[in-house]
Every structure is written in structure tokens, then in C-alpha cells.
């Protein structure tokens, strides 16, 4: 997979989050075990709304947040466990609802409280194909099912009703892709990109909307440009402060109500860092792939309906830094990881005060991702 950059960036009126490479994470090459049971721990406390007045709940709602651990605090080199927590807006607290081994790529996991249900990647057992594979565990029955056997990476995980959305990447390819997967069946449904070799760069979730929305470029059309460029002469990469030019980029929205899937617009020659949805609109940050100018790109706002670009915001360097950002039903409010310390707050868009929600101590542990469901 795309390693991913640690980006921050802020506005008065819209908070804006890139993301932190966490993807590179140690890979712990131990076989899927059976999950365990949530075992309270000095480290990761019931309920840490710490040092400030709880959080008015915004919506009936919980956040889905998964966090890493050393077995062994003093073996860094040892196993790692992924712990599985659900912040519910109404009773104000954050639970650890189960763990799991940490043995893949990436330590993703979502807990479905529609489902009662945890859905994660993991490594495979299967000898002839050991790659990340998607996994559920169910709380109740204390079932575990592989829904999939062709994978080698997961990047993202969304439940909704019979339907699974994964951006993942399949076995013996290197383009993530995104799909659409029953629960019942684990029959697979191909999500139309206008690519026939999508690769996800970046989604982002409305979950008032259960929509799925996914930036995509062709994989092949990607390399072909980047054999180009590293096969250019030295002057030419240096004038061109060593970027390759991308492709087009297109955005298409996965309805998971129907199970649908279109594109909503594109970007010419353009790359996505970082992308929100909320309503209408879609916010998001392009440009070239240059960390160091990143942080002070420019937001911008697509309005779904009007298909109308707003003008350009220019920000600064100023603000927290996390994976992904979502935000209340009725806008007042955006959750995110915030980077240093790493912990889940609320960020109020009037009063730009922000309450932290739960907190761990980063020597013994770190929060990975977390998503919103309605």
C-alpha cells in the first residue's frame, strides 16, 4: 500500500484533518486467534473525558475506535493487540468492547452495534494465501467468520445493514480498490470508479447519508507516469521539485442503501490528500505530492447538487493532525484524532473549543482510527 503522510492543517471555519502514517505500523506474523474479552487496564480506562466538562452528546450516535498495544510493554519487538472501544454520545463514555491479535498490516477494526458484531482484518490462516484478510466476531454468538480469501490489505472497513464496504487490495495486484461485500452471502459487488483499475487514494463517510465517498485514480495510468518521470533526465526532476504529474482523479459516491455506486466529479492531473463529507458537500485538499507544502494547501468545497466549486481557503500550518474527521448530524460539532497527544476529541465549529474524549498514554499505547455511525 501507499504509505500515508503525517499532515496538519486548520481553518476558522472548517477544521481540517490529513492524515498520519500509521500504516508503516510493525506487523506482528502470528495466525488469527479467537478474539478476547475486554479486560480493563490502567492504560485504557473506561470513560477518559479527562481534565474537562463532558461533552454535550451532539446525536444519537457512538464513535467506533480502535487502539494498539504492546503484550509487553518492555518487548517493542513482541505481539501487539488491537483494542476495540465504542464512545456512546448518549451515555458519554467510552467502552472497550473486545480485542483482537494485531497481525495484520494495518491494525483497522470497526465495532457494528447494529450487529453487536466486530469487523477487522487480520491475517489469514489459510497456508496458500497469508495476506490481510476481513474477519467478523460476533459478541453475542462469539462466532469469528472470514468473509474474504484474496486479499493481501485492508485500508478501510464500513458495516452498514447487509453490506460491507472495504477499500482493499487483492492478492498478486497493487491498486486498493474499493468493494462492496454481503454479509449473508460475501458475495462481492464491484464499485464503478470510471477506472477499470481503480486505486483508493482517500474516502470519506457520511453516515446521515450512509454514502461512501471514494477518491480514485488508475492504478496503471499512475505507474506509467511515475516510470516516466524516474526515467527523466536529473535537470528535469529537479525543476520539477522531483513530482511526478498525476493523473485525473475521480470522485464517485457509494450509495449503501442500494448498493450503488457514480461518480460525482473529477480532478484533472490532480491528487487527493485529505477529504470530508457532510450533507451536501464535500470538502478536500489536492494538489502535488509534496509534504513539506502540504500542510498549507487549500481546502476546497463541492456543493453535490449545484456541482459548484467554492473559492479557494487559504490556511496555514496551524492544528491537529488525524486520520480521518466526521462530523455531527446537524454540522456543530467534528470528531477527530488529534496527533500530539493522540487522543479522540470534539471540536465545536462555533466556539472552536475542543473537549478531549478519550485518552492513552502514548507510551504504552496508540489510537489507530476510528469512524462515526448513526
Same mark, same amino acid.
Given at each position: ?53 463532558? !461533552?454535550?452528546? !451532539?446525536? #444519537? ?22 483494542? &476495540? ?11 472497550? &468492547? ?11 477494526? &470497526?465495532?457494528?452495534?447494529?450487529? #453487536?458484531?466486530?469487523?477487522? @482484518? ?30 493481501? =490489505? ?7 445493514? /447487509?453490506?460491507? *464496504? ?9 491498486? &486498493? ?12 459487488? =464491484? ?5 477499470? /483499475? ?21 492504478? #496503471? ?33 457509494? /450509495? ?11 480532478? %484533472? ?14 470538502? *478536500?485538499?489536492?494538489?502535488?505530492? /509534496?509534504?513539506? @507544502? !502540504? ?22 500550518? %496551524?492544528?491537529?493532525? =488525524? ?23 470534539? *471540536? ?19 489510537? #489507530? ?6
Amino acid at each position: 500500500m501507499k504509505k500515508e503522510k503525517a499532515l496538519a492543517v486548520m481553518t476558522t471555519v472548517f477544521i481540517f484533518i490529513g492524515f498520519v502514517g500509521c500504516r508503516d505500523s510493525q506487523t506482528v506474523n502470528s495466525a488469527v486467534s479467537k478474539p478476547m474479552s475486554a479486560v480493563s487496564t490502567n492504560s485504557t480506562k473506561e470513560n477518559s473525558i479527562a481534565n474537562s466538562q463532558p !461533552a454535550k452528546a !451532539a446525536q #444519537n450516535g457512538y464513535i467506533s475506535f480502535a487502539m494498539t498495544s504492546y503484550d509487553d510493554p518492555d518487548n517493542k519487538d513482541g505481539s501487539m493487540t488491537i483494542h &476495540v472501544f465504542c464512545y456512546d454520545f448518549t451515555a458519554q463514555k467510552a467502552t472497550e &468492547v473486545t480485542k483482537v491479535p494485531y497481525t495484520s498490516q494495518y491494525p483497522l477494526a &470497526v465495532y457494528s452495534k447494529e450487529d #453487536n458484531c466486530v469487523y477487522y @482484518s487480520a491475517q489469514s490462516t489459510d497456508k496458500g494465501n497469508r495476506g490481510d484478510q476481513l474477519f467478523s466476531y460476533n459478541l453475542s454468538t462469539k462466532k469469528t467468520v472470514e468473509y474474504t480469501h484474496d486479499l493481501s =490489505a485492508i485500508n478501510d472497513i464500513i458495516p452498514y445493514k /447487509d453490506t460491507i *464496504y472495504l477499500s482493499a487490495m487483492k492478492s498478486k495486484t497493487h491498486n &486498493v480498490a474499493p468493494i462492496l461485500i454481503s454479509k449473508t452471502s460475501k458475495i462481492e459487488t =464491484a464499485v464503478h470508479t470510471g477506472f477499470e /483499475d481503480p486505486h483508493v487514494e482517500k474516502i470519506a463517510y457520511d453516515p446521515y447519508a450512509h454514502k461512501v465517498y471514494a477518491a480514485c485514480q488508475s492504478d #496503471n495510468a499512475e505507474w506509467i507516469l511515475m516510470d516516466k518521470f524516474n526515467m527523466s533526465a536529473e535537470e528535469t526532476k529537479k525543476k520539477n521539485n522531483y513530482m511526478y504529474e498525476h493523473s485525473n482523479t475521480h470522485i464517485s459516491a457509494v /450509495d449503501l442503501d442500494r448498493s450503488l455506486s457514480s461518480q460525482i466529479f473529477a480532478l %484533472k492531473k490532480d491528487l487527493i490528500y485529505r477529504m470530508a463529507a457532510h450533507g451536501n458537500q464535500i470538502y *478536500y485538499v489536492s494538489g502535488k505530492d /509534496d509534504m513539506e @507544502s !502540504a500542510a498549507s494547501e487549500t481546502i476546497r468545497q463541492y456543493n453535490i447538487q449545484t456541482k459548484q466549486t467554492t473559492t479557494p481557503i487559504r490556511i496555514g500550518k %496551524k492544528g491537529d493532525t =488525524a486520520d480521518t474527521i466526521c462530523y455531527s448530524q446537524d454540522g456543530s460539532k467534528a470528531y477527530f484524532l488529534r496527533q500530539d497527544p493522540r487522543d479522540l476529541v470534539e *471540536y465545536d465549529m462555533k466556539t472552536k473549543e475542543i473537549k478531549e474524549l478519550f485518552s492513552c498514554d502514548p507510551n504504552q499505547s496508540y489510537i #489507530n482510527n476510528f469512524m462515526l455511525f448513526a
